[in-house]
């Protein structure tokens, strides 16, 4: 389950995705100044990020390996164009 109004929300376009969650060891409560964007149905945390404007998006599962999934491509695209912004401003 996807939280609307994160980024991952954004970058997901849904409330709910399917992942390939395969941990053994979990977020049991985030960091200060970071929130949950995702959970598994159980409560397991997949997600986590900075709410501040700061592009820091966190998942527990493995997009490396959805290669046709539409939502994992799209994370790999906002990501690569976040580190593309950060290097055109220094």
Do not use: C, M, Y
Not at 60 to 75: C, G, I
Not at 81 to 90: L, N, P
């Amino acid at each position: 389950r996807v939280e609307p109004g994160t980024r991952l929300g954004q970058i997901a376009g849904a409330r709910e995705i399917e992942v390939n969650s395969r941990h053994h060891q979990a977020i049991d409560h985030p960091a200060a100044g970071l929130v949950v964007s995702a959970t598994a149905p159980d409560g397991v945390i997949e997600a986590i990020e900075s709410p501040d404007g700061r592009w820091l998006v966190a998942v527990q599962w493995h997009p490396e390996n959805l290669t046709n999934d539409e939502v994992s491509r799209n994370l790999f695209r906002e990501f690569v164009a976040e580190a593309r912004r950060r290097k055109a401003s220094k």
